[in-house]
């Protein structure tokens, strides 16, 4: 599996790099964390105490940025069709799409934290939890960004109909991400690992059915 899979991996991260997908999220991170003081005003018990949950929203909107780039451009070209022929599962296809979309936007985000949480007055303590909370719901966001998009392949105004699925499936998500901000917060953290996994693990299956009932 590693001859196609790892190489399929690369491809899509250097599609990503060359439509400005790698970048993107940071640009988006570190524009919110600059302007939210101006919202919220230059208090530093205020903004430390708010900042967590804003970034946390701005990592959800980060990972919907690339959406409709991750089906869509090679579903029209027929790559997927391609791969078909060379016995590559739809739901091998999606789990590359999965890592791939992860790769490309989490490990960035997260480095893109540090500078944003530093505008927003964080703590050390708080700058770890965040960390650790978007080290374990960034694999989710991915899924869901990933599941979304191969529902609305091949529709009309897909982006804007990509967020309106995608706002309400991360609820759980932001909620549990933001519980994670507060000390001794454990209990939001396995919620928030268990809800990962499940999204991670139900991806593939499902996105490699929306794919096969898109080509009928």
Same mark, same amino acid.
């Given at each position: ?84 022929? =060379? ?127 898109? =080509?009928?």
């Amino acid at each position: 599996m590693t001859r196609w899979f790892l190489p399929l991996v690369r491809r899509d991260l250097r599609l990503a790099w060359q439509g400005g997908g790698l970048w993107m999220p940071v640009v988006f991170l570190l524009l919110v964390a600059s302007l939210y003081p101006f919202a919220v005003g230059p208090d530093a018990r205020l903004l430390a105490a708010t900042g967590g949950g804003m970034l946390w929203i701005a990592a959800l909107l980060a990972a919907l940025l690339p959406v409709e780039r991750l089906i869509a451009p090679d579903r029209d070209s027929g790559i997927f069709d391609q791969l078909l022929m =060379r016995g590559i599962s739809d739901e091998m296809i999606a789990l590359v799409k999965l890592i791939a979309h992860w790769l490309g936007f989490g490990p960035p985000l997260m480095l893109a934290l540090l500078p944003a949480a530093a505008l927003l007055k964080l703590d050390g303590a708080a700058i770890m939890r965040l960390e650790l909370g978007l080290l374990i719901g960034t694999p989710a966001l991915a899924a869901l960004g990933v599941l979304t998009a191969s529902l609305v392949a091949g529709l009309r105004g897909a982006g804007a109909l990509a967020g309106l699925l995608i706002l309400p499936l991360a609820v759980p998500i932001l909620i549990f991400g933001a519980g994670s901000l507060h000390p001794g917060s454990g209990a939001a953290l396995k919620f928030l690992s268990a809800i990962s996994l499940l999204l991670v693990a139900i991806t593939p299956i499902a996105a490699g059915a929306a794919l096969r009932a898109g =080509r009928e």
